[in-house]
């Protein structure tokens, strides 16, 4: 069974420009997390999507990130204009269904570097 | 929101020694707890997960234990061998995955 796929593994941009990541869960998986791991901490959720409804994105700075996931399928996370805070792995994660108890898949991330 | 706190933040251990990390969490509401295993550069990948109705459960080598009266949760590892090496992180769920800060772990052989 194919993994979660991500892209790009890694991006260099300057602040106040615009970056844009794309995911691509397990064939099947109805649920779509979004997570923000900065270095040395544990990954914070920044959006869930159930299909292609937003469960859940109280932590998703809405002034500067959008995320989208049009046909309930694939994903991608923008984050316009970035700041040197945004440094961080972007990884994308993807389970069978929305529960609590729904084992997550994480793929391998988007490293961020904001200069 | 929940809180996730995790001990120690680093851990050394000689090869074949036995490891422990320790959870807390705040929200009474969390009924699910996995723990996740994170190499350097790559993608956190479940390692074994318990969830509110069961005290231990383990596999192989690696045992978590689950104390609901006073919301804490541990990882064991017995005869540590060096691929354990990484950064392990707790987390606690009531419908939103909360993570720890992570240990780093290091089996010196």
């Known amino acids: 069974e194919a993994g979660v796929a991500q892209s790009p593994r890694y991006k260099i941009i300057e602040k106040r420009q615009s970056v844009a990541f794309w995911c691509n869960p397990i064939?099947?998986?109805?649920?779509l997390y979004w997570y923000q791991q900065i270095l040395g901490q544990g990954p914070k959720l920044l959006i869930q999507?159930?299909?292609?409804?937003?469960?859940?994105d109280s932590q998703l700075p809405k002034d500067r990130f959008s995320a989208e996931r049009l046909k309930g399928v694939d994903s991608t996370l923008k984050i316009q204009p970035a700041k040197l805070e945004d440094s961080a792995v972007y990884l994308c994660?993807?389970?069978?269904?929305?529960?609590?108890?729904?084992?997550?898949?994480f793929g391998p991330g988007t490293r961020l570097l904001v200069l | 929101g929940e809180n996730v706190e995790q001990h120690p933040s680093t851990l050394s251990v000689q090869e074949g020694d036995s490891a422990v990390i320790k959870c807390t969490y705040s929200?009474?509401?969390?009924?699910?707890f996995p723990w996740y295993k994170q190499e350097l550069g790559k993608r956190p990948q479940l390692i074994i997960d318990?969830?509110?109705?069961?005290g231990e459960k383990k596999d192989q080598r690696i045992a978590v234990t689950l104390n609901k009266t006073a919301k804490h949760f541990s990882l064991h590892i017995t005869e540590t061998q060096p691929e354990d090496s990484a950064v392990y992180f707790c987390a606690a769920s009531a419908g939103r995955l909360s993570f720890g800060a992570g240990t780093t772990v290091t089996v010196r052989a």
């Open positions: 994660a993807s389970s069978l269904f929305v529960g609590e108890w729904e084992t997550q898949y």
């Open positions: 318990i969830r509110s109705n069961v």
């Open positions: 999507f159930q299909n292609n409804g937003v469960v859940d």
């Open positions: 929200d009474s509401a969390s009924n699910y």
């Open positions: 064939s099947g998986h109805a649920t």
